[in-house]
C-alpha cells in the first residue's frame, strides 16, 4: 500500500511559526517561490533532501509531524522498525548535504544500512 503524506498543514505551519517566507525559503531550497507554493499547496511532493534541509533550518523532528498525520496502523509499524535501529545524529542532515557521509555511514552504523537495503 502506498500511502501519499500530506505536506500541506506541515510545512505551512512551520514556516509561519518560524516567521519566514515562501521566497526564503526557497531560496534556500534552490527553487522557485512558485514551486514551493506548490509543495505547500500540495500540489508536488517535496523531495526527501528538501525534508532534510528543512529538517536542519526548523531545527524539528519533521517525520514525526508527517507521521501524525498517517493512519495509526503504519504509524506503529513505523515506530516498531525505528525503535529496532540505533539513534540518528541530530546533524545526519546536515553531514548528508554537506557530503560529509562518512560521519553518518560510518562503520558504527552498519546497521542501519542493512535495514535499508
Known amino acids: 500500500m ?3 503524506i500530506s ?3 506541515i510545512l505551512r505551519t512551520l514556516r509561519n511559526q518560524h516567521g519566514l517566507t515562501q521566497a526564503e525559503l526557497a531560496s534556500v531550497l534552490h527553487i522557485s517561490r512558485a514551486e ?3 509543495i505547500e499547496r500540495g500540489y508536488i511532493q517535496p523531495t526527501a533532501e528538501m525534508i532534510a534541509i528543512l529538517t536542519d ?3 524539528t523532528d519533521i517525520y514525526r509531524y508527517a507521521l501524525n ?3 495509526e496502523e503504519l504509524v506503529a509499524e513505523q515506530n516498531t ?3 529496532s535501529m540505533d539513534p540518528i545524529p541530530k546533524s545526519a542532515a546536515s553531514d548528508l548535504l554537506s557530503g560529509n557521509s562518512d560521519t553518518y555511514y560510518g562503520k558504527e552504523n552498519e546497521d542501519i544500512l542493512k535495514h535499508l537495503k
Open 2 to 4: 502506498k500511502i501519499k
Open 7 to 9: 505536506w500541506v498543514n
Open 36 to 38: 514551493y507554493a506548490n
Open 57 to 59: 533550518i526548523y531545527d
Open 69 to 71: 498525520s498517517l493512519p
Open 81 to 83: 522498525f525505528k525503535a
